[in-house]
């Protein structure tokens, strides 16, 4: 007996039985179970050697002179066979030395038809409370803290019950699939510095966590190949104008691209399947310059799926804990 190899799940052996028929001939392939709990299963008797297992482990692959006698010297052809014995197939026509069963490399991956636009409404961005002091009412019954606490040390909304000024703040950020880039469109109205009260005149910087998955890989059989890439952050700076209504705060405003930020990211004609983080925008800080990250803080963050009525009033946003954008633009 000869054991050429175990099967994937590493509980089944496969082997051939050596024979003397006119000759050092072979008498078929068998397999047993690897612990030797039952006796070997006979699955040709076609002088068949050298098996080896398919990767699922579905069927195996050997070569055979059944086709032109049993004894030696005469030609051998592939032949597969199912793992159970059945659906026995001639693979080749010339002869064969020896064979060897790969895996066929994944270039492949699930995605949807269309993703695209995808739009993130903003809402201020709150402190976590980690100390409660009061609690909420039903049905959410969890710790809170009061007072409500911003996260940006230097930015604020108009709220007349906080500085006076009426609410007109509205926040958007957008990124669009278009053909060979993704389009970023940022908008937020009604921006002010919290000391001294007035329209914020400095920089926002806008920044997502980015996860790609395309076929843009290497090293992959017969050239680049399918693969998710290390998450990484598109960010971008965003410009922030005064205004001439005294009761609105500054607009800050963007539009740009993927391949404007970060030549290259979007390549043209080919798929590609982004998954998007949170949506958050930073300040700049107290000198206002979104390149001095140290000083930075989160003002604004995509606002989770909710709905609420106060005073006759409803608004609503929504949001999941991972969002796609995708187009499909190649096979």
């Known amino acids: 007996m000869s054991i050429d190899d175990w099967s994937p799940d590493g509980a089944k052996v496969a082997f051939y039985d050596t024979c003397t028929v006119e000759g050092t001939c072979y008498s078929g392939i068998s397999t047993q179970p690897a612990d030797g709990s039952s006796p070997p299963t006979k699955l040709e008797d076609g002088y068949g050697t050298h098996p080896h297992w398919s990767p699922d482990g579905k069927k195996i692959v050997f070569r055979s002179p059944r086709e032109n006698g049993p004894c030696c010297g005469r030609p051998n052809f592939l032949y597969t066979i199912n793992a159970d014995g059945t659906g026995l197939f001639r693979v080749t026509t010339h002869n064969t030395v020896e064979s060897s069963w790969q895996p066929i490399p994944i270039n492949s991956y699930p995605r949807p038809k269309s993703a695209t636009p995808f739009d993130v409404s903003l809402v201020p961005a709150y402190t976590q409370c980690t100390a409660p002091n009061r609690t909420h009412g039903p049905s959410l019954g969890f710790g809170s803290c009061?007072?409500?606490?911003?996260?940006?040390d230097e930015l604020t909304l108009g709220a007349p019950d906080v500085n006076g000024k009426p609410v007109r703040a509205t926040g958007l950020v957008q990124?669009?699939?278009l053909a060979g880039d993704v389009r970023i469109t940022v908008a937020l109205k009604d921006v002010y510095d919290q000391q001294p009260l007035g329209d914020y005149s400095g920089e926002l910087r806008v920044r997502t966590g980015l996860r790609i998955t395309d076929k843009l890989n290497t090293p992959h059989p017969g050239g680049p190949g399918a693969a998710t890439v290390s998450d990484?952050?598109?960010?971008a700076t965003v410009t922030c104008t005064v205004t001439a209504d005294p009761d609105t705060g500054a607009a800050c405003n963007l539009l740009t691209s993927a391949n404007t930020l970060v030549p290259g990211t979007v390549t043209a004609g080919k798929r590609s399947v982004w998954g998007l983080g949170q949506v958050q925008v930073d300040d700049g800080g107290a000198d206002g310059d979104a390149y001095t990250p140290g000083d930075n803080t989160l003002s604004w963050c995509r606002a989770?799926?909710?709905r609420s009525r106060v005073d006759g009033c409803s608004s609503q946003a929504a949001a999941r804990t991972v969002d796609t954008l995708c187009r499909e633009s190649d096979m």
């Open 232 to 235: 990484t952050t598109l960010g």
């Open 304 to 306: 989770y799926s909710y």
């Open 175 to 177: 990124y669009a699939a």
């Open 146 to 152: 009061n007072p409500p606490t911003t996260a940006s």
